[in-house]
């Protein structure tokens, strides 16, 4: 069973910094892409970053270009989002997502193949 724990999320100031953190289990973690995304209060769920285990590559939105950074530790089947300088407008649940695709561009997008519950970031101004 595939499992997806997301930690690290909470309150933070504007233009302070978060570590997100999620723990996968129950597949192959080499053979996955695996990334964040975000709703906000009555927006839809959008994509923010993801990485490709195979090859290591990545996908940005360009909200956050330059502002976050996705790592992935094959060892402790950790996928880890560095947040930086983040404003009110970044608050939102961000869940993590796991993809089986073997696509050669990085699956970043709302049919991802398995979810976790999610963290709330709320980002005070």
């Known amino acids: 069973e595939v499992q997806l724990v997301e930690s690290g999320g909470g309150l933070v100031q504007a233009g302070g910094s978060l570590r997100l953190s999620c723990a996968a289990s129950g597949f192959t973690f080499d053979d996955y892409a695996i990334g964040w995304f975000r709703q906000a209060p009555g927006k839809e769920r959008e994509g923010v970053s993801c990485i490709k285990n195979s090859d290591g590559s990545t996908y940005y939105a360009d909200s956050v270009k330059g502002r976050f950074t996705i790592s992935s530790d094959t060892a402790k089947n950790t996928v880890s989002l560095q947040m930086n300088s983040l404003q009110p407008e970044y608050t939102a649940v961000y869940y993590c997502?796991?993809?089986?695709?073997?696509?050669?561009?990085?699956?970043?997008?709302?049919?991802?193949?398995?979810w976790g519950k999610g963290t709330l970031v709320p980002v005070s101004s």
């Open positions: 997502a796991a993809d089986s695709s073997s696509s050669d561009s990085v699956p970043c997008y709302s049919g991802m193949d398995s």
